[in-house]
């Protein structure tokens, strides 16, 4: 008896609280590829203001697939962007291929905006996972016409050889050209960070290379200030906003084993995360959740000084290790990300706070 008090207790407590809270207005979810504990702990270790000290609520993910120990990033990206665990190399079906909505298509059906913000290109696997459906993720010129089919006012990376044919010097085999037919849409089609920067429209495509955006180093924006753009477009509209924003190249770090690769690049996210941490701040309506889809390069912090920024890694790895990964959470709602998640149950809480807007 005394079990079945306690048990209906607990239950009542749950409707009642789960129930209350106000979902966020906004979501911005922030991926950095291959950021394992280890990257993360670089930039607590170096830097005193770090900007994961600054999240009230902290966790982390298993990042584990639905065939493999070892996730790849579409795998990854779809557990976080629709809240499923599906198979390597599936973007935007669960394990059996069917279809499964994201989070910026149900966002659509309640009118929010939505957007991406990547340095790889925007068909690669982690932006993918949010706009397309395929269960290979090779498919590049299938996704690219699924993103042009699709609402998103937003979206910023690499990749534009998708998007034209090849007798423009494109990669695209049926000879479509997407950013006319985009263009056609009342989207606006940028080139380059100097237009891009110049531009107040709310719906554009800002495919700044052919393929993967430079190196942090070799770039003269940062990821930071390409978010910036973003937030300022999508924080018009009255009903919200999701944007994802990934720093994609940290995982290159770790595949090349390269430490200077991979401190840039996740310095360049970090930077991005403080441009979203400024604006959640202001804004007070908006949930922040930054994670990794999984660590890269089994990287580990073996030698250094206490008092100076200067520190070793070494790798265990040339690919993908299922360590699991860092979640930070800031803003309404965040208390439901804390613990140990398994990734898909990171995309289900994001999709259920859209999912609970009236
Ligand atoms: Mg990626
Ligand atoms: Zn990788």
Redesign the pocket.
């Known amino acids: 008896m005394k079990k079945i008090i306690f048990l209906l207790t607990i239950f009542l407590y749950t409707i009642t609280f789960a129930e209350s809270p106000k979902p966020p207005k906004n979501i911005i979810i922030m991926i950095g590829?291959?950021m394992g504990i280890s990257q993360v702990s670089v930039s607590v270790l170096t830097n005193a203001n770090s900007a994961f000290k600054k999240f009230p609520i902290t966790g982390f993910s298993i990042t584990c697939s639905a065939d493999k120990l070892i996730t790849?990033?579409a795998a990854g990206g779809t557990a976080l962007a629709c809240g499923v665990p599906t198979k390597n190399g599936a973007i935007g079906v669960d394990e059996m291929g069917k279809s499964i909505p994201s989070i910026f298509e149900l966002a659509k059906q309640k009118n929010l905006s939505t957007g991406v913000v990547v340095t790889s290109e925007v068909t690669n696997a982690t932006p993918a996972a949010f706009l397309g459906h395929t269960s290979n993720r090779k498919n590049y010129e299938i996704l690219a016409e699924q993103f042009s089919l699709l609402e998103t006012d937003i979206v910023i990376g690499g990749g534009k050889r998708y998007f034209i044919p090849e007798s423009s010097g494109g990669k695209r085999k049926d000879n479509v050209d997407l950013l006319m037919k985009l263009q056609e849409k009342g989207y606006i089609i940028l080139n380059d960070f100097e237009n891009l920067k110049k531009s107040d429209s709310r719906k554009y495509y800002a495919l700044l290379e052919n393929e993967a955006l430079k190196p942090a180093t070799l770039r003269n924006y940062s990821l930071s200030d390409l978010t910036k753009k973003a937030l300022h477009a999508l924080s018009q509209n009255e009903n919200g906003f999701v944007l994802m924003v990934e720093g994609s190249q940290i995982?290159?770090g770790?595949?090349d084993n390269n430490q200077e690769l991979l401190l840039n690049e996740l310095n360049d996210f970090e930077n991005a995360i403080q441009t979203v941490l400024d604006f959640a701040e202001t804004n007070k309506e908006t949930l922040v959740l930054v994670t990794g889809d999984?660590e890269?390069g089994g990287a580990a912090i073996t030698a250094g000084d206490i008092n100076s920024e200067n520190i070793k890694i070494d790798f265990a790895s040339k690919?993908?290790t299922a360590t699991m990964v860092g979640v930070f959470a800031y803003g309404p709602q965040c208390e439901i990300f804390s613990g140990i998640n398994e990734n898909y149950h990171l995309g289900r809480k994001l999709l259920h706070l859209i999912q609970t807007r009236y």
């Open positions: 590829d291959g790849d990033s995982d290159n770790g595949h999984h890269t690919s993908h």
